[in-house]
């Protein structure tokens, strides 16, 4: 089977890749490389043994598109392309609207003219908005997310709902990811952010690399057992095995799927950072400040749906987590850049 990921040199597209070429799929990679590494790719080759099929372009070039699919007989996508930084979004919500939601249409618009019909889409956990009872499970109403990314996912999930109703031979998957963490365990591809990281993790890792002198804890004051943000962080490995779950069951599942991909368990701020100093055997210097705007208290993913369903459930630790987070940053303490001696700001 040929499989086509968009956004597949980008963080979580690229640990997928590896997990498809492992299990023996082929792989063509789309991306336009706005957050994407081409270091990364070539590493996933490495460490597989497998090529891969490389189309650099973008996901609302529908001449792209239709060469692609002309060109490369596709049985299923897996579509991770997108913009992806809740503040940029906020400051100008046209380019993420035009990306993400945009894009998604061309690409849907090109699936159907190739006659592909089966899609897997990176959702979030953010497209439940705020006020529920924890845990969050499928059948919950969706929010009103807060901010223009949050909404695109939405608008997309909604877009894809439609676009199923009207064709029964769409098998769509909506996968809810709450917070990808980690790295694959060879430390050779992980988490790369470009400039000063938005997320937990990618941060303590910088400051416990020694790119970064302390990390900010936004908040000690909300209703959680130590005050900070509570999150169901999850492997990106995990994360990764759940999107071929997911692609296979679709082959016998016509209409929209929705599965949270979590752990069903939260972790505060205080706690990850107490797992990562376990990991690195090293203090995180930190300071506690105002909440962030926008965030809220706490949230985890109900995940027995798609333990029922796929067969799935995250099998990885907070402690393991950490650790590959770990291995990867000290290995690559500029990310990929280290190797091509690109110097980091
Ligand atoms: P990432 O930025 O590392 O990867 C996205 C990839 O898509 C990049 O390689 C980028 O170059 C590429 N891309 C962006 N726009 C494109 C376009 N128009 N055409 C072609 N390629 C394009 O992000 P990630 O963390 O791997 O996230 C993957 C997907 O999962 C995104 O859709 C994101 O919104 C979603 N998601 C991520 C998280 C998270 O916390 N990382 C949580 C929930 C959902
Ligand atoms: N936090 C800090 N300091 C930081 C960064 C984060 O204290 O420097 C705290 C936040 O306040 C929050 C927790 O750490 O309590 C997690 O924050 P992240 O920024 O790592 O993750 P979010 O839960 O805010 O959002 C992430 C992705 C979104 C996605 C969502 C899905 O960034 O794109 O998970 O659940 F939609």
Redesign the pocket.
Known sequence: MRILV??G?????SHTVLALLNSGYEVVV???????SWEALLRVEGLTGKRITLVEG???DRGCLDHLFAENAIDSVLH?????AVGDSMADPLTYYV?NLA?TLTLCQAMSCADVHELVF?S?ATIYGDGHPMPLHEGLPSGRPASPYGRSKLMVEEVLRDLAGSDNRWRIALLR?F??VGAHPSGEIGEDPQGAPN?LVPFIAQVAVGRRDELVVYGNDYSTPDGTGVRDYIHVMDLAEGHLRAMVALSERPGVSVWNLGTGRGHSVLEVIAAFERAAKRRIPYRIEARRPGDIAAYWADSAKAQAELGWWARRSLDEMMADTWHWQQGNPCGYQRKLGIATG
Request: aromatic share 14%; net charge negative; hydrophobic share 25%.
């Open positions: 968009t956004g040199a980008g963080y979580i597209g789309l991306d336009n490389f706005s957050n994407g973008d996901i609302g991770f392309a997108g913009l992806k990306n894009g990176s979030s990811y917070n990808p997320n």
